[in-house]
Each structure stands twice: as structure tokens, then as C-alpha cells.
Antibody
Framework: DVQLVESGGGLVKPGGSLRLSCAASGFTFSRFTMHWVRQAPGKGLEWVSSIGSSSSSISYADSLKGRFTISRDNAKNSLYLQMSNLRAEDTAVYYC???????????WGQGTLVTVSS | SYVVTQPPSVSVAPGQTARITCGGNNIGSKVVHWYQQKPGQAPVLVVYDDSDRPSGIPERFSGSNSGNTATLTISRVEAGDEAEYYCQVWHSTDHPVFGGGTKVTVL
């Protein structure tokens, strides 16, 4: 089965950093574009970042203003999101998702909760 | 940036048809995808490329897209269809955009 499992979430103070991971299995990870999407408590989905299969294409939501860095390790079937200078408004469940090939996302991981609070 | 607008909520009786709209400027020229999210769960793709269904998604779920409105239609609604539904398009080649979500309540 195709599976994505996020980890690395937790409680962090404002201004702190956190690195999220997404472990992929059940498919050839190196062939797929991957995405991070977040969802603040009680709110809708917000796209965060995307990375192409070979890491040659990377994009971020404008609102992040350079604080987040997406990366991947195809040898380890893993996707990462390095988050720095975290703010209270970054509090959310962070999902990784596979791009199915036409900009549609599936499957999604179960999500990892990031809470930014003093 | 490109904005897509969804109604906050739709209510429907069991067995009836629910229609969820996703509005955007000339959205008919874009490809629209739809996701279902139940409480405490990750989103699940239910319609892609305007009107196609992934394997495992019931035929009761269908989609259309024309002009300034894309529509997700759920026929013969069941209690298990109660969820939040999100549309998604690509504003440019590297920026996907999600609608604000529509909560479907089965009466």
C-alpha cells in the first residue's frame, strides 16, 4: 500500500525551529513531486511548499517569506520541511502529500501537529 | 493571487443530491480537483481533473467545470458523506490554491 507517515511535530516557542519528516513507502518515491500542506485548528487547507522529483523544482507559499525550506532524500524515501523563526500563526497540522501527476494530491499522510506557543 | 470561493455549508437530506460550488475567475479554463476531509482525518481525493474519480470512489461523486464555477455533485447522499469538501486549482505552474472548504451536513 502507498503510505506517507509524518513525524517531527511538537511544541516549540516563538522564534524556534523544527524539522518535519515524511517517510514514504509502497511506491517509487523518486518519481513523484511531493507537497506540504498545513491546516490551522478549525481552518481550511493551506499549501505550504512543493518539490520536484529530483529537487530541481522547488516552490513556496508567498506567506512563508523564506522561513521554511523543503528538501528530500530519494535514497531514504523521505521528504523534509525545515521550519525556522516560527510564529504562533504557524500552529497547524502539517500534511505531506504525493502529487499524482496532474497537480492532484494523493495520498496524504496522517499529519503532524506543530504548536508554536510560549 | 487567484481566489476560489466555496459556500461555507450545504445541508442535504439522505438520498438527495448535494451540489458544492467552487467559484473563480474563468475557472473553467483551469483543472479542478476535489477533496473530502472527515473530522480528525487527512483529506482524500474524490474527484480529479474536473470530473474523474480515483479508484475506490463511488460513482455517486461527480464533477463539472465551466465558466466561473466548478461543481462537485454527490448523488444519493449517505450519512457517511458528511464531511468538509475542498476544491483545488493551480494559480500558476508552481502555486496550488485551495478553496475555503464547504461543510456538508446530512440532515
Amino acid at each position: 500500500d502507498v503510505q506517507l507517515v509524518e513525524s517531527g511535530g511538537g511544541l516549540v516557542k516563538p522564534g524556534g525551529s523544527l524539522r518535519l519528516s515524511c517517510a514514504a513507502s509502497g511506491f517509487t518515491f523518486s518519481r513523484f513531486t511531493m507537497h506540504w500542506v498545513r491546516q490551522a485548528p478549525g481552518k481550511g487547507l493551506e499549501w505550504v511548499s512543493s518539490i520536484g522529483s529530483s529537487s530541481s523544482s522547488i516552490s513556496y507559499a508567498d506567506s512563508l517569506k523564506g522561513r521554511f525550506t523543503i528538501s528530500r532524500d530519494n535514497a531514504k524515501n523521505s521528504l523534509y520541511l525545515q521550519m525556522s523563526n516560527l510564529r504562533a500563526e504557524d500552529t497547524a497540522v502539517y500534511y505531506c502529500a504525493r502529487d499524482r501527476g496532474n497537480g492532484d494530491f494523493g495520498p496524504w499522510g496522517q499529519g503532524t501537529l506543530v504548536t508554536v506557543s510560549s | 493571487s487567484y481566489v476560489v470561493t466555496q459556500p461555507p455549508s450545504v445541508s442535504v437530506a439522505p438520498g438527495q443530491t448535494a451540489r458544492i460550488t467552487c467559484g473563480g475567475n474563468n475557472i473553467g479554463s483551469k483543472v479542478v480537483h476535489w477533496y473530502q476531509q472527515k473530522p480528525g482525518q487527512a483529506p482524500v481525493l474524490v474527484v480529479y481533473d474536473d470530473s474523474d474519480r480515483p479508484s475506490g470512489i463511488p460513482e455517486r461523486f461527480s464533477g463539472s467545470n465551466s465558466g466561473n464555477t466548478a461543481t462537485l455533485t454527490i448523488s444519493r447522499v449517505e450519512a457517511g458523506d458528511e464531511a468538509e469538501y475542498y476544491c483545488q486549482v493551480w494559480h500558476s505552474t508552481d502555486h496550488p490554491v485551495f478553496g475555503g472548504g464547504t461543510k456538508v451536513t446530512v440532515l
